[in-house]
């Protein structure tokens, strides 16, 4: 194989890893642009399968133009991020179908340093952490077989070694290093994905898609108050349409009711969302910077979470003075004329009844009497009075059906009542005590308001399916085909098999730590740690750190100076391998009398010139005579001349 | 100096035509005090050259033809009992002359072979007791068929060694056999004519002004890698010694010096590469052009 062949089949590798990594990021670049850069991918194969010609610099730039209006078109200015980085895909494929020399292929190699990376932005949990170390040894395995031709095999080995030697200083420079916030920070990437969503309207839906991304993870402190149901309250929907169930304009208001601290403090650590809105259990305030608590008692950010955070909890109490006019009105809203059933149901009971907890008595009844039932997969109901028909036909649903229902009645008996949507329950780790809520675990339900004690909260999917509060979804018996029917291909979907969930455990642990300890390793934990290793001497260490490091590299600099200069070239020699590499060949490994062949040969207005400067350098090099001072003038003058005329 | 070197090799290329780089290096191999090796069919000239040799360089000349049944006496000489006297006379062999043409070693006995070579690292002689030096200069050409002729004794690795230089001079081309068809070279009878141009004192000073030529550091350290590439690269069964890195340097002067120049360069180690390691890797005489520029292709010069 001819030595183009194989540096083809260098770029060919690099062009698949961005077709892989533009398939896994499909959520966020979207079907053109992956697309796209598939084809991309076949037409490399097709150069390097010789099947067509390698393009010229106009194709190239016709691509390159092609490129660019794709991702403009498909992806847009609305989102910036994932516009930058599918620019940067698709430049960095173009630019191997482009390369033909080993410095092209260098520098596509070097670019990849930065691209691979790139992929952090979109997910940052422990197993893209994987894929992208195995993308950068298998980067530095290609430039260490580009520069030095070293077999793949060693080639890895010695790649991955070179990482390895570069992880305890990576360590040290995470632990001693001051933290400094960021000057400037990238806008999060948009999340396109499944779970929560700022409007509901249930019936629509029939088939609830659902996925086992994780959402956030929690360690819970080990008391009384902390015992499951876990209802994690993210959003509250007040304002009802009709049809939908949507968040009011005062989600982001900050909470202006008077409060008492209830309970003891938790940790939540979320997962990077693209959204402001944050998890926890009841109200709650929070005492990290940037979070904020709003009227309705959750927590929500000024900016979308681009990065996984964790946060502190304080579970607090709202001491207010109830629901005032406007607030009582958006509560108890309904549009005129819908669901006439359940609007007779809901009058009758409140006929019946003297308080709200007796009319709540009576739904419970109405719902556990005509054998309604839990499930994923409900037939769509896209009717005006949808309830109705979800009471009196259908009678199957998930959460929103029933919160819904709920909702519309205890509003048709003049009762407050709002949606609110969040997760439910969370897979409980024994080893290291913490809590992961998935996207399937997301659950709405209802809250009403009682005059003069507050909300209170509702889960009438607890009255159809009990076994739902005990635990995580995923644990839920009865419904255990449909749930994996729903999941697709993870490995979640094998946790019947003991190995496969035992492995799955291990990640999730793994990825646990991960998160805690380096995602979200900040100033605090850091003086923490350092703390405990150094005791009081810890808070001069950072410091300390950069000065060594500046040493370091003072004198890094001096000895590499030194070694330069031991290294360095005589200028003759220096001056004869430039003009060697005016022609082809490596003329610089042979005799100076056969360069001088060859260069005449190729430049013979020169040769005059040539032969001088071959006398001059071959007395400076072998003879024992030095040359004169103007004899070496004469020899730098005469090489710079033959390279200047032989560049023309 | 140079006009010496010059006026040799010019009068024996009356002799020999078209061979001039052959010539030049059995002139660097008398320059370095070494001997020759010349490795032929029958009938290209070996003969010629080295009796041409020994005549202008002023030399006294004896001819051996190797055959198998050739005993060592018979090159070293025997003691013989001189009656009028009642003693031992050492009758000296012909090995004690200037120059000696061995004609086609490789058919003596080995017994032969060794007694002619321990000779020729000694430059003496051992009889009976007493120890006899040889002339000086004390030159041996030797000539050697192919090793596929039959009836050859091969020469060891060892002995081969011994052999500063290995040429062979090869076919002449077109135009020089046209002018040997037509005679117009010196006829082998006019050989005694050649102009004697050098003196004993003459070559003494030459061979010292080999010594005297600027060997830089760069291409002494070209010749190490070229003897290391031998030696590390696998390539090779029979590896350079340092003895053959010796030769290498004084050759690379010696050449340098009858190209008129008093320092080396990189092509006068090239040019007498492949004469001075040859026979020391074991590698035949048709291959051996192939062999000197891959390793020339794998060491790059060092300037």
Redesign the interface.
Known sequence: MTSDKLLGGQTLLTTLLYGLVSLLLFNSFGLVFTCAMLLIVLFKLAIYRSLVQGPSEKLVNLLALTVILVVFVAIGFSNLVEMFVSLLLGACALKTIQAKTKKQAMSVQLLNFFVYPCFFIFSQNVLSLLFVLVLLVVNLAQMLWIEHGIALRSAMRQASRHLLLALPLAAIMVVLLPKVSPFWQLPGANKTQTGLSEDIDPFEISELSRSDELVFRAILPDNAQMKPPFYWRTLVHDNYDGTRWRVSAHHDLPLQAPYRAVGENYTVIARASGKTWLYSLGQAKSSTRGVNTNQFGTLFMQKRLSSSMEYQVTPIHTIGPGLVNWQYQLNTALPDSINPLATALATQWDAKTNNTAEFIQQMKLYFVQNSFHYSLKPPVISDRNSIDRFLTETREGFCGHYAASAAFMLRAAGIPARLVSGYLGGEYNAERGYYSVYQYDAHAWVEYYVPQQGWYRLDPTAWVAPDRLSGSLSELTALEDEFKDNLGLSLMSYSNLALVNWVRLQIEQLDYQWTRWVLNFDQQKQSRLLRDLFGHYHKLLPGLSVFLLLIAIFVARFWYLQRKQVVRLPEA?RL?HAICRLAEG?L???????ALQVLQSQYPNLSQELAEFNQYF?KS????AQLTKSEATRMKALGRLIIKKAKK | MNKTTQDIISQLSELILGKEEQIRLAVVCLLCKGHLLIEDLPGMGKTTLSHGLANVLGLSYQRVQFTSDLLPADITGSSVFNTSQQSFDFHPGPIFSQVLLADEINRASPKTQSALLEAMEERQVTMDGKTHPLPEPFFVIATQNPLHQSGTHPLPESQLDRFFLRISLGYPDEHAEKSLILGNNLQRQSLNELTCVLDLNALATLQQAVLDVNLSDSVVQYIINLVNFTRYSGQFSDPLSPRASIALGLATRAYALTQSRDYALPDDVQAVFAAVAGHRLNISANELNDVVKGIFDNVAVVL
Do not use: G, L
């Not at chain 1, 610089?588 to 056969?594: D, E, G, Y």
């Not at chain 1, 090099?621 to 024992?624: A, D, V, Y």
């Open positions: 020699v004869h490596e610089h490994k042979i005799t100076p009398a056969q071959v090099r072998f003879s024992q």
